[in-house]
């Protein structure tokens, strides 16, 4: 069994046919069907049944694709890891966080990273921490920040950061004159939220559900600066991590009466390929955290 037989059999169940996978491949007709059918032959079971309006797997077929992906997808990754082992040259790292910590966490640590290697690129993508699980675990990022409570047995993960929540208000918001903000009084006032996707939700869902109060949400937004800008006019108040809030937003914090923390970690997927770049991206910052 040979790479290009299974790159042919791949190619003929998406193109849907002989010839159109061989006009895909640049290959002539007679040469995909030779190769499917030296493949037949070693597995000793037909893979697809031949009509005259066309083709389409057999059963036996059916199961041998997912395997012949995976074999494919498995001598890329070999052969990527092979040319990763010529050094850090070149590569890119690509990282999923959410946009709070991306604005004022990882800045540090980035540009520590790229001063030791400078020939990497850098991608951030900014989103919220259960839509960064979902994309670790479909396989569409390779690294990315995961609250500790949303971690699943399919990733693994390094500590970052615990970070706590706190309830930010103009400086001359009635709420500004409290030490630490009751559920009820945080919901009694309207609120600038990030979309869905971001962990405020699930605090805000948690907060509304024991008091049982509706949160009156007037605006939305995941644009961080658009939403401090509506807090420091007094339009809304907002539930944030407090790494976000710097000395020069004149933005007040007030620590909610029951403590909301979150523990964040640095994940990815189990028994998956990551890539040289990230590798080294995810070593760093671990070691910088004391993770290592």
Request: with cysteine; net charge negative.
């Amino acid at each position: 069994m040979e790479l290009r037989q299974l790159r042919h059999f791949i190619s003929v169940v998406e193109e849907g046919s002989i010839s159109a996978a061989a006009r895909a491949s640049n290959l002539a007709q007679p040469a995909i069907s030779s190769s499917i059918k030296k493949l037949e032959q070693e597995l000793k079971m037909p893979l697809f049944n031949r009509r005259d309006r066309g083709i389409e797997l057999t059963k036996a077929g059916q199961e041998f694709l997912s395997y012949a992906r995976q074999i494919i997808n498995h001598a890329q990754d070999a052969k990527l890891a092979m040319q990763a082992m010529e050094g850090l040259d070149q590569g890119q790292v690509e990282i999923s966080v959410p946009s709070m910590l991306g604005s004022y966490y990882f800045p540090p640590l980035l540009m520590a990273f790229k001063h030791q290697y400078p020939n990497i690129d850098i991608n951030v993508l900014d989103t919220g921490t259960r839509n960064i699980r979902r994309l670790l675990l479909d396989g569409d990022v390779e690294l990315g920040v995961v609250a500790d409570k949303d971690l699943t047995p399919e990733l693994e993960s390094g500590s970052l950061i615990r970070e706590e929540m706190v309830v930010c208000m103009a400086v001359d918001h009635p709420l500004a004159e409290k030490d630490a903000i009751e559920y009820e009084d945080f919901l009694s006032h309207e609120l600038v939220l990030f979309r869905r996707g971001y962990y405020h939700h699930s605090l805000l869902d948690k907060i509304s559900r024991e008091v049982n109060i509706k949160p009156k949400v007037a605006f939305t937004s995941n644009l961080l600066p658009l939403i401090k800008s509506v807090i420091r006019q007094g339009y809304a108040i907002s539930p944030m991590w407090q790494v976000a809030i710097q000395d020069d937003d004149r933005i007040v914090t007030r620590p909610f009466a029951e403590t909301f923390e979150i523990d964040l970690s640095l994940a990815w997927r189990k028994d998956s390929y990551i890539s040289r770049a990230n590798q080294a991206f995810r070593d760093f910052v671990l070691k910088e955290v004391g993770s290592l």
